[in-house]
């Protein structure tokens, strides 16, 4: 097991190709990702009223829509046709309209409307959009409650204090919310590429030298498989405490975990997501291979984690895909551990399924091992030993020569 450990070790050390996966992608995606969403939250928006009630009440909820940070009133238009023209010409990203009868209703004690129509090419302007007015005619519709009601209860207060006090995400950044989930999934990633293309050159060696690879330890299968999940969790050590505690650091990400519990918790991760690499390396053939089913597979990870739409309003089929991830499991336990302080304790269900998934790849990784790719190499050897060159045609055809 050591002899493999030791081998595979050579092995990624001299391949460049892997080191940028292992090393290099783990230290930049992580900056760049954060450097994307740097600015955390997106204020002033620019919209345009149409003001159809010209009254009083609605000049006044124009100027407390103004006053919010989430947006910026940058003009009143008279009609939705010269709105739209704005929006068009991208002077504005949000049309919000005031109804004709607005101050009437509010003089006769019936209920206001306002319309919004946002622009939904980025998110984050609609959300702003919408808590901004949320905002300013909640306030508007409490400030005129509390007037009504005044002499009857002797102050001049709210009848209902609302504040927002956010828990974890205390800036309410859009980074802090979606960074803390794809971290995780960045050491998934890379991982899984590394391992796929060191198959992958094992495979086009094999082709070269009649079914042989000169660089490969004699093993057993358990001992092959250990050996490899035990280079690749040394190797990532580093690139984990990297990603995970020390860029939320730079970037002020939310911070309430306790660092060797995240450590603890990554343990299981990482030697889920190597047992596996070893498992689906049955799908790859060659190392280009490696990046249509991996980095392709990656977004497909991110939604199915949670971090745009959560997990328990996801369908049926799509839920049991990402139960079977690690890296779905492991970025749900580091945001509450992250975000929300939970403790390791906290997570138990999410570290036992970790586990879980560890014992059933390794069992997986032993099949393929034994069952499918040592039989590979067997006929390989078998076909080279019939036709010497049969090997070195396949690969010219594959080539296209």
Known sequence: MFKVMRNEFRLVLADQGVLVFFLLL?????ILYSLIYNTEVARDVRVVIVDDSRSHASRKIVRHIDATPEVSVVGVVPSMSEARD????KECYAIIHIDRDYGRDGENGLQRHISAYCDMSVMVRYKNVLSGLVGATQDDAQRTQ???VAPVLYNHGGIVNAQHVPIGNSGMG?????????LPLVLQQSMLLGIGMLHGGSIERRRHCAGHDPLEVKAGVVATVLGKSMCYLTIYALPTVFVLHVTPHLFDFPQNANPLAVLA????FLLGVSLMGQTIKVFINERESTFLMIVFSSI???????ASWPRFEISTFWKAVGDVVPGVWMSNAYV????DGASLWQVARHVAILWGQCAIFFVLACMVEKYVSRPRYARYQALAQEDPGLARRMELHKNGD
Not at 300 to 306: A, E, M, N
């Open 26 to 30: 783990c230290f930049v995606y992580p």
């Open 86 to 89: 704005c929006m068009a010409r």
């Open 146 to 148: 509390a007037a009504a």
């Open 174 to 182: 859009m980074a802090s919310a979606i960074l803390l989930f794809v």
């Open 265 to 268: 918790l990554s343990l299981p």
């Open 300 to 306: 497909v990870f991110i939604f199915l984690s949670g």
């Open 336 to 339: 509450l551990m992250q975000s």
